[in-house]
């Protein structure tokens, strides 16, 4: 079983950019799907990216395509999300997760392999 650590949120002012890290434990991380989900106060959780388990595929969602970018590193079991341009409506509390099956990571249905989140600020 995979578990999973993210880290490197923190307060930034709009524009700027942060790179999450999620680290995983386990000698199988090479084989799940990645994604990167979020959740703002008072809201739902939100599916953010996603990429496959090689590498090979990345998912965004609408409203971070063209400034977010996940990658990977196998070699160290992480995880990573670059967040460019920065919005104050990007405020949320950030969750990596984990699933063999990247349909599975991409619709966010039936997830059980979660991080403990790590929470993003960003002021206007």
């Known amino acids: 079983q995979v578990q999973l650590v993210e880290s490197g949120g923190g307060l930034v002012q709009a524009g700027g950019s942060l790179r999450l890290s999620c680290a995983a434990s386990g000698r199988t991380f090479s084989s799940y799907a990645m994604g990167w989900f979020r959740q703002a106060p008072g809201k739902e959780r939100e599916f953010v990216a996603a990429i496959s388990w090689s590498g090979g595929s990345t998912y965004y969602a609408d409203s971070v395509k063209g400034r977010f970018t996940i990658s990977r590193d196998n070699a160290k079991n992480t995880v990573y999300l670059q967040m460019n341009s920065l919005k104050p409506e990007d405020t949320a509390v950030y969750y990596c997760?984990?699933?063999?099956?990247?349909?599975?990571?991409?619709?966010?249905?039936?997830?059980?392999?979660w991080g403990q989140g790590t929470l993003v600020t960003v002021s206007s």
């Open positions: 997760a984990a699933d063999p099956s990247t349909i599975v990571v991409v619709t966010g249905g039936g997830l059980e392999i």
